[in-house]
């Protein structure tokens, strides 16, 4: 493999400060790197090529296109830096962390600019891949910045690649100030380095009918004056028009006031309760103090959208009722602000849209809650990597509370507290899982979004639901119990689905008793620690079980034994009738597996190593930015590799000449996808 | 892909039956397929190129011969098949079940035979792999056969295959005695099948120098009548010489009678106690009443071989001693005759070649028992699949018995009873795991056989080792509980090592008190059911167990927690000394991962589907053997592939004149390995 740290370097190059690179360096490379077409296998699709969009930073320098290709089973990148210095990581990681992660690397070494597909290792330190799945499609340099046009697979056959499957994905990136020497001499430690949550693998859903009579309301809090602060909620209250009759709303956007993108995380609009005669009309952030209780009644989610999602839409069939008689004309915008960089004095007006029709469609839609009850029986105990609670929704409830034609879920919302890391729904009929209704093995409690599902899960009566999520406590001494507090943990997936049905809540929690049982079994274990008697609260005898391997596993053991008691629900206090405590757990006979990559066909075609790109000509590196009409340069495109195999990847590459002022020429197939943004 | 169903099919071809296609196709297919050579990717090594054989089924007629290239991570397999009918299947799987099995097929449909990687499903069909991972490299006719010549890597990215790693391989065949319309029509359950276990991954290690003054001694039971029935254990009492001095032995190998490679499966040499003066002369079956009690004592082993195995050279530094005073001159030689089809009045006289020396090397080889002590403390539960069960040697024990160098682990013999399936040793090191001393994922307790290590593993005083064994009681209504019976389990691994120190037993069981703990708490949670009182025994105690996933978890979770009685023994009997009892498990706080496949960068350049051989020429189907000279014929070989991406592999196939009686023609590169044996 070859080395970037042999490259030539000129004699007597200084070794400049971190500053000085910045300055020295400053939009140089972008203004160099200018054109490179590598082997373009698969072209990107040319309608609307890119049509999700992010920004990574929370300046707004790394602005992040991308399309999905499920045929090909890839993501296409189209990466627009702003004001480039000497490079860039840019990659993907389990939960966001610059260590172990999976990364496309543009440095520079002084004298050469490389591209290449890399991974940090537990110490931030950068590798090579062995084999490179980031396939760069096109370098493009603009006077504003630089654009990569670069393609991966979902899955690869390299072990030190992320695997990019449904759900969130956690995307990160990195700032390099200065050149270095090799790519082994990068550290993320040492780097202004981020991360930004999205769902990469949008669903490819055919955009419905509108109703001819569709009207649009605009719900968003008016000039808030943005706290310079990380994190602010801002909680403002609209109102209906009085005696505004039932409707369906079909659709919502995202309005979010230009130049504010990289600011407003999520937002979501809760209908207040129906028993109320009016709510006080406030803005102001949601832990004021000067906020009134009342809006505690504001709950019932009505639209929902976090960083990344787009315009959300009702199935043709069904459509979220709103307005009329009992419901409550009173609607609570939250808007979740992320100001890391704490910016001052920035005015926001941003919310959501609503698109609503009088002519109500065949089927309401409703909102299931799946999963656990709140209740402190159950707990994670401290010190956990990866804990597992599961709830239940029992064939017993779907049978009594299911039409007998079923429902049907096409969208989910998956919510847990701090500690929450993954969570999964599956369907299982007659003991045998048959399919996923929602699985995001890298849910963040910081990035909950209305998600639709590929695939519309119809659930039939005796069907039983089983919602899993996995808790990681390796921080906290003590157990985390089940609860509404914000350090209590809750385990729910909010399905949305049609028609609706008097069943709101389908959960479950261990029984109490069993767990006493266990309380008394640790006692016995470990000589009397927990107290069993009466008076003692379930969180207090959690707080004093003596947590060991033991205590641990045997909790475990416990709730994938015991009985349950089933909340089977038509709203969260009105139980359906029938005896829902002591119920068996469901028994499962055969288990779906998880996903697991497919590694595609062509992976040997991939280069073995980085792309470099030379700058030719002797030019010395400019403290200047360059005037955008310099003067001509000419560009060596080559291959560093040391195999034959891929040698005919590399006779794609040529060398080019090309104007200084960076406008793209004679690119091709790709044309249109390269115009930046 | 193409769809071999589709091939023409001749009009009103009759439908034989199996018996009347047997001897329609006889050895016709043998005859017709003569020469292949396809897409020579790798060549084989040209010297003794496929050291390793065996027979797969008991007839003799599946001859199995391969090499390992450890550069290339593949194995090459040659197969020569005499009187072949209609095609074969061979392949791998699990626990040589011929169900979900990865698999080469040769097989014709009466106009053409094909050869392809398939798998067989769980109920035994066969399909096409998507991926063709066993690469056929040529087919030769001879007037006995046919010999196959094929490739295939460690690992593939295909999903259906099987991956080869370390320890046993358990390889299966299936004859075909009729065509078959395709290769979807064929299932495994309608075969003549069978399964063999070998060590496919042979070490790699260079053959020790040889001392000058080498002698061999013989040891074998002569003329032995094998009895007509499936399983026999020979015994064989033999004694050295008088006086007979101390010697290393420093090499054995096996002698097995010729004619009876198919039936001769292990044979193991035990030197007997050195307290009696002497041992009765017995050559009987074991299990024979009349054979004396006194050979019972017979156990320390001097010599193992195994079906597969080659010869078994000591380290040059070290030799096992034997001889001398203090030392039984009395040798027991324990023959296992597996002769599933009864065959009847077959003699044998095969046995183990010592090669000893009288001067004796640096160092005496010492055998160490690590695992679990034999106690009925350790049980699995019923109708588990994969129950762990795990045995220490503690930094206690090493940091007391071993030498400040250490010691040299090179060699290792595992061992369970009938429901033990997998078995691994690893060392620890200040709590991590640092190196898997040996791993068998497919350890069958029917091929024990002691394995050279690839790499000698240095145990040093302080470290840990750890031996866990995985035991499937699916078939079981009880528990099953530790001890020396059959139908009890034992967890050990038998390291071989120099040099020799005192310790000969390093093994672990839970502590009884905390096993009390365990009932009295299942009989809390039960309510009552097992027998805390002092007359009750383990088994007893075991065998009430109301067992369900809160017993089984626990029990696990109590395996895993509490603390344990070490034997830290000289030999059976003689600890060192010291308190082990109530010693706290090993903590590791770093665990090595499982070994994964790395899929071969080449995967993309293999077929993708079947290669056919044509038999051209418009000749029908004779009924009768063709005579070794018949006409000349044209071979047509062309490869079925639908991706253009592949085609550079069909151009290497050529349509090829050759002599009807099946000499190899023109074979560019490996002819040498060509000869068929």
New interface residues.
Partial sequence: MHDPSRQHRAPGFPSPSVREAASMYGTAVAVFLVILVAALQGSVPPENPFPYRIFLDPQGTLELSWNVSYVQEAVYFQLFVRGLKAGLLFGMSDRGELENADLVVLWTNGNSAYFADAWSDRKGQIHLDT?QDYQLLQAQGTPDGLSLLFKRPFGT?D?KDYFIEDGTVHLVYGILEQPFSSLEAINTSGLQTGLQRVQLLKPELPVPTMPADMRTMEIRAPNVLIPGQETTYWCYISELPPGFPRHHIVMYEPIVTKGNEALVHHMEIFQCAGGFESFPHFSGPCDSRMKPNRLNYCRHVLAAWALGAKAFYYPEEAGLPFGGAGSSRFLLLEVHYHNPLKIQGRRDSSGIRLYYTATLRHFDAGILELGLVYTPVMAIPPREPAFVLTGYCTDKCTQLALPAAGIHIFASQLHTHLTGRKVVTVLARDGRELEVVNRDNHYSPHFQEIRMLKKVVSVLPGDVLITSCTYNTEDRKLATVGGFGILEEMCVNYAHYYPQTQLELCKSAVDAGFLQ?YF??VN??NSEEVCTCPQASVPQQFASVPW???S???L???Y???PISMHCNKSSAVRFQGEWDLQPLPEIISTLEEP?P??P?????HPAGPIVLSIGHGRHWSPEPLPPKAAPLRWILEEVMDSA?FSHVSETLAAREAEGDGRALGLPDTGSAAASP
């Fill in positions: 084999q056959c072990p049982k008394h079994l016995r274990f060991n391997s033991f641990r596993d045997v475990a053991a416990l994938g034994f015991a697991t497919q590694c066909a062509s992976q040997a075609q195999l």
